[in-house]
């Protein structure tokens, strides 16, 4: 963790480690080392590796829009657990969140969304639904942080490999929101 905060601090500075991409390439082709997996948004505006400053074989990233779980991303993460041995699995949310937004426009009536997308709505709805209710102030950042946690939650609990893997403590799960104005990223725990 204390790796993925330093690297997030040289990207708000922009003061990023200069990089030689090729070093380590040959290696890189026999294993797979990474410190962290992550469950991050789809948005091209939230790489993982650059907001964390981190080089090619250093993060496993599944990427979806509204970084939920599903059963592919579960069994990729999964895979991350017990073949890659991470430490670390972060769910990756970030302000201004079309999907998360598109599911609370979903919740309160407005128009229905086209094609698939509205898969990705009934894959929020479980992790927004309950502050969408609630209503109030700040209501999309709410609903990010507990769309996050919720996420957090499921992965956590997954049996078998991630659960008993959490369990014996060999793996922490976390959730943090990405700050697309700062390019900070906070804990998404609730205060």
């Known amino acids: 963790m204390s790796r993925l905060q330093e690297g997030n601090a040289r990207y708000v500075a922009n003061a990023l480690d200069v990089k030689n991409f090729s070093v380590g390439r040959s290696a890189r082709v026999k294993a797979q080392y990474p410190i962290a997996a992550f469950l991050s948004c789809a948005d091209s505006r939230v790489a993982p590796e650059l907001i964390f400053d981190q080089g090619p074989g250093d993060l496993f990233v599944v990427r979806v829009a509204g970084n939920y779980l599903s059963g592919n991303s579960l069994a990729s993460l999964e895979y991350a657990v017990a073949v890659l041995n991470v430490p670390l699995i972060m769910v990756l949310g970030h302000t201004e969140c079309g999907a998360v937004k598109s599911t609370i426009s979903a919740l309160q009536g407005h128009t229905p969304l086209p094609g698939h997308i509205w898969d990705i709505v009934d894959a929020v709805r479980p992790g927004v639904e309950k502050v969408v ?23 956590a609990t997954a049996q078998p490999i991630i659960a008993e893997a959490v369990q014996a403590g060999g793996v922490k799960v976390v959730g943090a929101i990405y700050e697309l104005s700062t390019g900070k990223v906070r804990s998404s725990a609730p205060t």
Do not use: C, F
């Open 133 to 155: 209710a609630e209503g109030g102030e700040d209501l999309a950042n709410r609903a990010v942080a507990t769309n996050v946690q919720y996420n957090v939650s499921r992965i």
